[in-house]
């Protein structure tokens, strides 16, 4: 959205035209490839509406004869989709509330204390980086079920309660205060906590939305380590919970029941996306890593 | 930290000091108590427990040595989770990471629809991968499934997607590209809004062309999202598992049992805690390898230049 978008201009009315021909198919090229990206959801929606008891066939393929919310009432008949909502909420809440917490604390006791065996603690949390908490379901599963935890809320959050990433992100921040404010406050005799809350806390606000964003956007799609974990619909988050609703005997191949419970999970996500779209996106591109 | 001499410490001002040295070690017990517990004995623990026999035969573990990664080499099955990983990540990567430099670069200028544009490309990236997933189950589904409907409207055959071994990999990396390739781009579209004005002005005074300004100046300078894009892409590769779970079982015929889904199939399926120890580190130590060489590349792409 600058003048980088146009070098190579050429003030030569042939090379002109020809960079105005590329500039037209190019349009072109991105409309079809739009199109293409953005019909899987249109389509899954607008069967979503289609009348369940119209098979759909290769004719007729969308809302069919008389679009209807049926399938959503049906849907929330046969799968607790407000419980799974309110649990995914819980989750990826709490994790968010108890990170918040822990990152700050940590990220302030790198960023402005020296203490022996800060390195060597700083790199043993920076290997949370390296080993994915995919590849470690086998023993963590193992310690939930010896915490006696299996099936709970708890057993969901608690492996992601230390983050690494934000610990990281919280010392970057901090480190670029100027120690004199630091200073200033104890002189007015505030504690650590007053110092960290008054004098660090505000100006990291935007780090620490940042990663609040990307925590909340990693743990609401996070599957495998919830259906490891749970085994009933009062701890089962949206995505299990739609993984088991699309596997339900009953419900075979109904895609338009199976459209409406996709839609019921991703619906509000799209919709706080479309409202939010700047900040979504600013927040992906601040924290790169999850 | 030097104590005054001891004589003039009162007992207040000792605890006083005792206090403020132990405070950074307190605020960082949080955070170090979960890393140890769910990242770092674990670690440990999944390397030891790879030394063990342990599963429906064997209650009991009983120490085997390297004996579950040599039956896991000597095993066709796990061959072929090898060869569908490779493939996938061989696949996705390179399509979806060049996919977004093109629609970033034609996406890189003033028009009115670009708002529209970004959301299209955009919006799977907010998606739950299982409910991606769901839809692109429909979307082969044979039939009246839309890619097979796409398929015949130009008069090809359509196809049993999900139900080939041949055909259902390369179902799975579709999605994988329509998945990422958005949020890849947006990496490149802010790359290019941060390079710098004045070396593409010189190259207009010159005469570049605009093929040659991108060759030789846009992609060099985008050179560290490439890497950056590229790193998250290859890791996302290797953790694949939820569109699989959803969308074939490992199947047909094992044909796309990646490594983390194959690695879940032996725990929960077979219940076979050995094994499943050992295809974690399997998984461990390539992204590790991963994570480390392209650590080193860019220390030394930063030391150069």
Same mark, same amino acid.
């Given at each position: ?29 991105? &409309?079809?490839?739009?199109?293409? *990206? ?10 979503? &509406? ?11 393929? *969308?809302?069919?004869?008389?679009? %209807?919310?049926?399938?959503? &009432? ?13 649990? %995914? $909420? ?76 934000? %610990? ?51 743990? *609401? ?24 609703? %699309?596997? !339900? ?5 109904? *895609? ?7 839609? $019921?999970?991703?619906?509000? !996500? ?14 992906? !591109? ?5 | ?15 006083? #000091? ?15 108590? @979960?890393?140890?517990? @769910? ?22 573990? #009983? ?54 544009? #970004? ?13 991606? =997933? ?67 002005? =010189? ?33 996302? =590769? ?68």
């Amino acid at each position: 959205m600058n003048e980088t978008t146009k070098p190579g201009r050429s003030p030569r009315p042939s090379r002109f035209r020809l960079k105005s021909i590329f500039n037209a198919l190019g349009l072109i090229v991105l &409309a079809v490839i739009a199109i293409g *990206w953005a019909i899987p959801m249109i389509w899954a929606m607008a069967v979503s &509406a289609h009348p369940p008891d119209e098979p759909l066939s290769a004719t007729n393929l *969308w809302f069919g004869s008389r679009p %209807t919310l049926e399938n959503y &009432a049906t849907a929330f008949q046969i799968a607790p989709f407000a419980q799974y909502y309110l649990n %995914t $909420i819980i989750i990826v809440g709490g994790i968010l509330v108890v990170q918040l917490i822990t990152i700050s604390l940590a990220g302030y006791a790198f960023a402005r204390f020296e203490f022996r065996g800060q390195n060597v603690l700083f790199f043993l949390i920076l290997l949370q980086l390296m080993v994915p908490a995919s590849a470690l379901i086998v023993p963590n599963y193992s310690t939930i079920r010896q915490l006696r935890l299996f099936d709970t809320l708890v057993a969901v959050m608690l492996p992601f309660f230390g983050s690494a990433f934000g %610990t990281f992100l919280m010392r970057q921040t901090f480190k670029i205060i100027p120690r004199d404010l630091d200073d200033a406050a104890k002189m007015d005799g505030a504690n650590w906590l007053q110092t960290l809350w008054h004098v660090y806390l505000p100006p990291a606000r935007p780090a620490m939305t940042a990663f609040a964003l990307s925590s909340i956007s990693f743990h *609401w799609n996070d599957f495998l380590w919830p259906l490891v974990v749970t085994n009933s619909t009062h701890s089962r988050p949206l995505t299990v919970g739609l993984a088991v609703f %699309t596997q !339900l005997g009953e419900i075979g191949a109904q *895609w338009p029941l199976v459209t409406a419970g996709t839609v $019921i999970v991703v619906g509000p !996500l799209l919709l706080l996306f479309l409202i939010f779209q700047r900040q979504f996106i600013e927040s992906f !591109l601040h924290s790169g890593l999850k | 930290m030097t104590l005054p001499p001891r004589a003039h410490v009162t007992r207040n001002e000792r605890r006083f #000091r005792f206090g403020a040295a132990a405070l950074p070690y307190l605020l960082i017990s949080p955070t170090l108590l @979960f890393v140890t517990v @769910f990242t770092l004995w674990p670690s440990v623990r999944v390397l030891y427990d790879s030394l063990f026999l342990q599963n429906q035969a064997v209650q009991v573990p #009983r120490f085997a040595g390297i004996e579950n990664y040599t039956a896991l080499f000597q095993d066709p099955a796990f061959r072929e989770v090898i060869a569908s990983t490779v493939i996938y990540v061989l696949a996705t990567v390179p399509v979806s990471v060049l996919l977004a430099l093109i629609l970033a670069l034609l996406l890189n200028r003033k028009f009115r629809a670009l708002g529209f544009y #970004r959301l299209a490309f955009f919006y799977p990236t907010v998606l739950p991968m299982v409910s991606a =997933a769901t839809i692109w189950l429909f979307m082969y589904t044979p039939g009246y499934g839309l890619v097979n409907v796409f398929l015949e409207f130009f008069h090809l055959p359509s196809q049993n997607w999900l139900g080939s071994t041949n055909l259902a990999l390369i179902a799975l990396i579709i999605l994988g590209i329509w998945k990422q390739t958005g949020y890849f781009m947006i990496f490149y579209l802010a790359g290019l809004q941060g390079l710098p004005h004045d070396v593409f002005e =010189a190259a207009q005074l010159d005469g570049a062309s605009a093929i040659q300004t991108t060759r030789y100046l846009t992609l060099p300078l985008l050179m560290g999202t490439t890497l950056f894009v590229t790193t998250i892409a290859v890791v996302n =590769a290797f953790e694949t598992v939820d569109q699989i779970y959803i969308m074939t079982g490992g199947g047909p015929n094992n044909a796309t049992a990646m490594l983390l889904f194959s690695l879940w199939q032996t725990l929960f399926s077979f219940l076979d805690v050995g094994t499943a120890s050992a295809l974690s580190v399997i998984l461990i130590v390539v992204l590790l390898i991963f994570t480390a060489t392209n650590f080193v590349y860019t220390e030394r792409r930063a030391t150069y230049e």
